[in-house]
């Protein structure tokens, strides 16, 4: 009875969709089903918190995602809420209820001798299309910096003399990123090609296509994952990629969290923090495999 009262709620009232209301109908039909089962309880009136943590408990076990769990835990709080708006019930008892927290997935990266081989055992050729996508690689591995950023680089953002690039990152925000010198020297043989290749150039950026234009976004992501295909069997092979690569790598090596926030132009620390997990559980594997006790 209350449960059809409240589909008939989220669908005139709420107006939600025929396709939430299916979803919303599935969850309770299952909330109702495991009260029966396992508390031989078909009143739903009657339904303590303790009851529903086991419900919740009893999804976990069944390795759903955090996602899914605190989707159907927000279907019972809706429902809930509707019973004492309607006066069905006097105490709620999902004010009891926290949601589980999402679980982050950790950013893919790729291994420091994988990097290593691509850059230094291939041959990217010596013409202007294979030192320019050298080039790209090296840009976002010795950066950190996002797509858009590469792909509106300007020629004066660059600075070879001081070994800085000034990148343009979100809201306008800009950041100085230091180089090394072995990405100089390939950025100076980049430039070299690409003055001769195309000396009147009707534009400032820095990376060009083979006919000179301003590079675009699906040009690029083209380029590294053709190359990253080479070295590496992770799924996504984009970027970002490098990007992930590029914090990984320095956290492992010691790099204060600070400093790659700065370098990668985070907003907040948390944002930077997810890399930690990474540097967590290969020094896991490294304790692992070194401590005798371990």
């Avoid at 709420?14 to 109702?32: L, P, V």
């Avoid at 996602?67 to 019972?76: G, P």
């Avoid at 691509?118 to 010596?126: E, K, M, Q």
């Avoid at 090609?193 to 234009?213: A, I, M, P, W």
Wanted: charged share 25%; with cysteine.
């Amino acid at each position: 009875m209350y449960k059809n009262l409240f589909l008939k709620y989220l669908q005139y009232e709420k107006r939600f969709s025929a396709n939430t209301i299916k979803s919303y109908k599935i969850d309770m039909k299952q909330f109702a089903d495991f009260i029966i089962t396992d508390f031989d309880k078909a009143d739903i009136q009657s339904v303590n918190d303790k009851m529903i943590r086991a419900w919740i408990v009893s999804l976990m076990e069944k390795d759903l995602s955090s996602i899914s769990v605190n989707r159907k835990i927000s279907t019972l709080k809706t429902f809930y809420k509707f019973m004492i708006r309607e006066g069905y019930i006097k105490s709620n008892p999902m004010d009891k209820i926290t949601s589980p927290k999402a679980s982050k997935k950790l950013p893919l990266f790729v291994e420091e001798n994988q990097i290593s081989n691509l850059l230094d055992d291939y041959s990217f050729g010596d013409d202007f299309s294979g030192i320019r996508n050298k080039t790209i690689i090296e840009m976002f591995y010795n950066t950190g910096m996002r797509l858009s950023e590469l792909t509106n680089l300007k020629n004066e953002n660059v600075d070879l003399y001081n070994n800085t690039i000034k990148v343009l990152g979100k809201r306008n925000k800009e950041r100085i990123i230091p180089v090394h010198t072995s990405f100089v020297k390939s950025a100076k043989k980049y430039i070299q090609l690409r003055d001769q290749e195309f000396v009147n150039l009707s534009h400032d950026c820095f990376f060009v296509t083979d006919k000179g234009n301003k590079l675009y976004e699906k040009f690029v992501y083209r380029v590294v994952n053709k190359y990253l295909s080479l070295v590496t069997t992770i799924e996504k092979k984009s970027p970002h990629i490098l990007r992930h690569t590029f914090a990984t790598h320095l956290l492992n090596r010691g790099a204060d969290l600070n400093a790659i926030k700065e370098l990668l132009g985070h907003a907040n620390l948390s944002a930077t923090q997810v890399y930690t997990h990474n540097t967590f559980k290969k020094l896991k594997t490294i304790y692992k495999q070194a401590h005798p006790r371990a």
